[in-house]
């Protein structure tokens, strides 16, 4: 784009159209270079031989059956990686982990309607959240946690994927929880999964040991906030499971 006879309020416009944050206060050369920034961050324009291509690639992407392919996975960071180079969605990984989980690593299932967490091993009833860290895979998103259900742990999963690790195929954390400790973590760094303090009162311990209460509760951590920092100390690897 040239941006010669572009006056700063229309530079200002583009930057409201490209949804560009942080631009009311710039100059005009620093407003052209977020400009094109994020111009060159979008991927370029398809002919109709690509766009034919890749909706050639989609469909047979649509009949890859998922159930299988994620079972030939060596490793649970490996089926991670499999729901992301594969795009599988938001919907269905958790699924897909959660499966791969209990097989692998010799979990049975649970009933939910005995609200007992979702697998058991060993006499112990464990609850399981696994998070891509969304479209930036940072921000990690664990949802729906009951501390009235009777589950001894929470076992949630986290993978990260950045510039510095990509060549390592990104990095996951699994990190298992007492649930004593993570009441403690939605108290002091969580919320409601639904709602907001002033609709159902702040969030307490013996609010969540309730058995009548229905709320559902998330964390929401980022890597090295604080809340991931209390998260590091309940890390565990792969053959601990």
């Known amino acids: ?3 010669l006879n572009i006056t700063i309020v229309e530079l200002k416009q583009i930057c409201r159209a490209h949804k560009i944050k942080g631009f009311t206060k710039k100059t005009k050369e620093q407003l052209i270079k977020m400009i094109e920034q994020r111009e060159a ?10 766009r034919v291509k890749r909706l050639k690639e989609h469909l047979s992407a649509s009949r890859i059956d998922h159930e299988y392919g994620i079972m030939q996975a060596p490793t649970f960071k490996d089926a991670h990686v499999y729901c992301i180079v594969n795009k ?14 209990r097989m692998k690593f010799g979990y049975q299932k649970n009933n939910a309607k005995d609200c007992t967490g979702d697998c058991s091993k060993d006499g112990k009833n464990s609850e399981i959240k696994v998070s891509l860290g969304g479209g930036k895979h940072l921000k990690f998103n664990y949802v729906q946690i009951r501390p009235n259900h009777d589950c001894d742990f929470y076992i949630l999963t986290a993978f990260s994927l950045t510039d510095e690790n990509v060549e390592e ?6 990190f ?12 002091a760094y969580g919320g ?6 002033k609709e159902h009162g702040a969030i307490t311990i013996s609010k969540m040991e309730n058995e009548n209460n229905n709320c559902e509760y998330a964390l929401r951590p980022v890597i090295n906030s604080e809340c991931w920092e209390q998260l ?10």
């Open 1 to 3: 784009m040239n941006f």
């Open 192 to 197: 409601y999964a639904h709602g907001t303090n």
């Open 88 to 101: 599988i969605s938001g919907q269905k990984y958790g699924g897909l982990l959660e499966m791969y989980f």
């Open 176 to 187: 298992r929880v007492p649930k004593e400790e993570v009441k403690k973590l939605v108290v």
């Open 232 to 241: 590091m100390q309940y890390r565990i690897t792969e053959s601990s499971l």
């Open 41 to 50: 961050s979008m991927p370029p324009p398809m002919d109709k031989s690509e």
């Open 169 to 174: 195929e990104g990095e996951l954390y699994i």
